[in-house]
Every structure is written in C-alpha cells, then in structure tokens.
C-alpha cells in the first residue's frame, strides 16, 4: 500500500519560514519525481516544486529564490523549505509521487498539510 504522508504545516507570520516533509512508504522512491502542489481556496491546485529522480529541481517563478526542494532516498523522503512566507503562500500543500513504467503512470498524493501565512 502506498502512502505519502505530509507533515510540518502551521501557522506562520509574514516573512517567516516553514519546513514540510513527506514521507512515502510502498514505492521505489529514488524511481520517482516528487512534486509538492499547493491549493487555496477557490483556486486550482498548481505545482509549486519539483525535484527528479536525478535530482533535478523545478519551482513557479512566485516561488523562485525562497522555496527549496530537495529529497533524501536513503529515508524515502522529500522537503520543502520555505523562506520569506507571504500570505499568498497560504494553501493546502501537497505531496506528489510520479514515475512511468513500461508506458504506465503511476501516481500517488498525500492528503496534504495546511500552511497559514499572517499578514
């Protein structure tokens, strides 16, 4: 059974910082891209990071320069850093697990973590 399970959401004041992980169980990790997707309310789910299987990392431009992804396969895990918080950054954040096998997807999502920015 897979799961990817987020955690280290919370409220936080403007211009501060918050680190989530997520950890998966029931997958090869290190074969998988790992995305972290974040929805407000009212809005569409949008990918805000995104790292490889090789290591080679992505962001939303709103993002660029105070996110950080980065993964450690050796523990099956993938975090976000997130530095000068605004409070547009507020939104549900998720995990996101992503190969193709043979021409097949796979893909898994956590049940996400919520991220509260205070102006």
């Known amino acids: 059974q897979v799961q990817l399970m987020e955690s280290g959401g919370g409220l936080v004041q403007s211009g501060g910082s918050l680190s989530l992980s997520c950890a998966a169980s029931g997958i090869i990790f290190g074969r998988y891209a790992m995305n972290w997707y974040r929805q407000a309310p009212g809005k569409q789910r949008e990918v805000v990071a995104t790292i490889t299987s090789s290591g080679t990392t992505g962001y939303i431009d709103s993002v660029k320069g105070r996110f950080n992804i980065s993964r450690d396969n050796a523990k099956n895990t993938v975090y976000l850093q997130m530095n000068s918080l605004k409070p547009d950054d507020t939104a549900v954040y998720y995990c996101?697990?992503?190969?193709?096998?043979?021409?097949?997807?796979?893909?898994?999502w956590g049940q996400g973590t919520q991220v509260t920015v205070s102006s």
């Open positions: 996101n697990a992503v190969t193709v096998i043979l021409g097949r997807t796979y893909d898994y």
